[in-house]
């Protein structure tokens, strides 16, 4: 069966990190791309950055560039989401997606399966 499970929010401080994890189940981190999205209260969802399949390129939204860096462990079949600097209106729930493992970057509107999220909370 396949699961994605997310952990790693909670509250921190502007200008401190957080790292955030997706394990996933009933597959490997070749066979699909994972994407990492938010979505703030009365806002759209956004993609903020994906880890391909085939080849592991990265790919980040440009609000992240430069302060999150996503990566993959195939051991542990988890991948992470570095997030440094963080920002108020870095202040979402994030989600890990699942999709193709070569277009999905580029397209997410192939998703496969999601997780259930994490609360990023960032307030002084």
């Known amino acids: 069966q396949v699961k994605l499970v997310e952990s790693g929010g909670g509250l921190v401080q502007p200008g401190r990190s957080l790292r955030l994890s997706c394990a996933v189940f009933?597959?490997?981190?070749?066979?699909?791309?994972i994407g990492w999205f938010r979505q703030a209260p009365g806002k759209e969802r956004e993609g903020v950055s994906c880890?391909?399949?085939?080849?592991?390129?990265?790919h980040y939204a440009d609000s992240v560039k430069g302060r999150f860096t996503i990566s993959r462990d195939f051991a542990s079949k988890t991948v992470y989401l570095q997030m440094n600097s963080l920002e108020v209106e870095d202040t979402a729930v994030y989600y890990c997606a699942a999709g193709p493992p070569v277009d999905y970057c580029s397209n997410f509107n192939t998703t496969r399966h999601w997780g259930q999220g994490t609360q990023v909370t960032v307030s002084s």
């Open positions: 880890i391909s399949g085939s080849d592991g390129s990265t």
């Open positions: 009933g597959f490997t981190l070749d066979y699909y791309a």
